[in-house]
């Protein structure tokens, strides 16, 4: 088979730039490595293989997966340190008991006592031998147990008195952190999460329980955290990428952004100052961002066939097949027409790269010298 180059993808594709992920990957390891933690990278941003091979090739131990039909297939890849870190409903304990007789090395979590006690009661029904970990809230984003809660010491009882159950540590997930653009909010924040989960810890075992794994994560915490001590592992997903959010954030650069959907222009309306394009939010999607932080990118920013920035040109608007090029103080620029042809590939980078990616079954993947490979993600539940 011939070497597929740019110009023979057909639009709208995902276009993975190597240079730039592989750079992302040194970054996210070379820090962690330096902060003395192991880094388990959180795999849905990109679902794929060979993506994660990589990252593990640069360091990693383990993987953090969002759906159990992920932890499936990359085990079937042949990771077996999983973390599913998505709070265990009892009727998906079947599909996690399969793995983890299958041999997995499969982590699931519990925030409440009412969960624990559904998957200790399955354990002694099924002689499943989970390994559990405790959510903790360290910022009130999503879910989790208070570290200083009574519950918390209720739901290690549980774990570690419940059969062939292990009660294997704790983690959380400052999720919070998207909403933040300073580095002293972003270090704040990283010692937030950090602290609270260190002292739910710390808390488990003064309570006579074990608590081996400290696990703490997000790409901006990880990326701002000025120490990790009583930490044992950081998560991290979508720094792989990088996407609009984190460059708002202040963690990256658009420059650093390795995703990005190939698009052609197929039309433009002069008096407007708008260009169409072929990428609307069937392949942008329809995150629009954190919409408090300060630069809106629209459905994401625009960038020439090569890479390269275009400041200030962004997709405004958009339709499920149609997106509208336009600038970002709404001027109309009647030259458009004349600067990018019908014909003309551009390239926009998403607002989430988790969200983006998530549209197509496949990335095209540019390398240095402008061939493309073509690697598969994975879908469902």
Known sequence: MDAMHLQDLNTPAALVDTARMQRNIARMQQRMNSLSVAFRPHVKTT???AITQAQIEAGARGITVSTLKEAEQFFAAGITDILYAVGMAPPKLKQAAALVAQGCALKIIAD???????????????????EVWIEIDTDGHRSGVQPKSD???TIGQLLHQGGPTTLGGVMTHAGSSYDLNTPEALQAMAEQERSL?????ERLRAAGLPCPNVSVGSTPTALSAQKLQGVTEVRAGVYVFFDLVMANVGVCSPDDVALSVLTTVIGHQADKGWAIVDAGWMAMSRDRGVPDLPLDHGYGAVCDEHGALIDGFIMGSANQEHGILSWRDGHADAALSTRWPVGTRLRVLPNHACATAAQFPHYDVLAADGSLQRWPRFYGW
Do not use: M, N, W
Request: with cysteine; glycine share 4%.
């Open 151 to 153: 519950e918390l010491i």
């Open 197 to 201: 989960c260190v002292l739910a810890a």
């Open 112 to 130: 409440s006592a009412t969960s624990a006690s559904a998957i200790v009661d399955y354990t002694r029904q099924h002689g499943v031998p989970f």
């Open 47 to 49: 679902k794929c293989v």
